[in-house]
């Protein structure tokens, strides 16, 4: 089975430009994660959806970053506009939705994101 | 509040022999999952073990196993038989099943180098 598939895998920008990353999750997965990684702050938990539908999105920084779930194979997470603060990786990741404890979430590549 | 702590930024351990990699955690649910996954240079998150808060014997998978001391709130990651591949930063990570069931939380990380 193929993992959780990230686009692009790295992206330059300029300062307010912007910028769409994409994820798909694992064929099955009802539940779809956004994180973002820097040294400072750690892995953080941006957004995450439920058979398609927002659940959480309260670790989503601000206004200028929006997250669409349209189907169950495709999520975007934009920045519009970017900031140079924005750089990161970003992660997706998806899990099986059962609900039991040892729910397991796989993670995809990471979009490594650098705004100049 | 910090739910996962991970006191050792950085870990040295010679080729061949076993590292323990401390993990504590803090929840007041009664039902949780704790894991561990590893990200090598590469940068990918790779899902290593888990461990219920039920489960009575530890976690092994393979050269992993999870040291699983529930009153001290502490599962360490112990990894036998070093080998110059297991170079990698190392994170834990906390799944509180409860109404956010699905919010994981991780921990700062451990770089462990294993030298030759």
């Known amino acids: 089975d193929a993992g959780v598939i990230q686009s692009p895998r790295h992206e330059v920008t300029e300062m307010g430009q912007e910028v769409t990353l994409r994820c798909k999750p694992i064929s099955g997965h009802d539940y779809l994660f956004w994180y973002r990684q820097t040294m400072m702050r750690g892995l953080e938990l941006l957004i995450y959806f439920n058979n398609n539908v927002p659940i959480d999105d309260s670790g989503m920084p601000e206004d200028r970053f929006s997250a669409k779930m349209p189907n169950a194979s495709f999520s975007t997470l934009k920045i519009q506009p970017s900031e140079p603060r924005d750089s990161a990786v970003y992660f997706c990741?998806?899990?099986?939705?059962?609900?039991?404890?040892?729910?397991?979430?796989?993670f995809g590549p990471g979009t490594r994101l650098l705004v100049l | 509040a910090q739910k996962i702590t991970q006191t050792q930024p950085g870990m040295f351990v010679q080729e061949k022999e076993a590292v323990t990699l401390d993990c504590t955690y803090d929840?007041?649910?009664?039902?949780?999952?704790l894991f561990w996954y590893k990200q090598p240079s590469s940068g990918e998150m790779i899902f290593l073990i888990y461990?219920?808060?039920?489960?009575?014997q530890n976690a092994t998978e393979g050269r992993y196993s999870l040291n699983f001391q529930k009153a001290r709130k502490s599962a360490n990651l112990v990894i036998s038989a070093s080998q110059l591949g297991d170079s990698a930063m190392y994170f834990c990570a906390m799944r509180e099943v409860g109404y956010n069931n699905n919010d994981m939380r991780f921990g700062a990380g451990t770089r462990l180098t294993v030298k030759p």
């Open positions: 929840t007041s649910d009664q039902s949780y999952g």
């Open positions: 990741a998806s899990s099986s939705g059962t609900g039991a404890p040892g729910e397991t979430q796989y």
């Open positions: 461990q219920g808060s039920y489960d009575e």
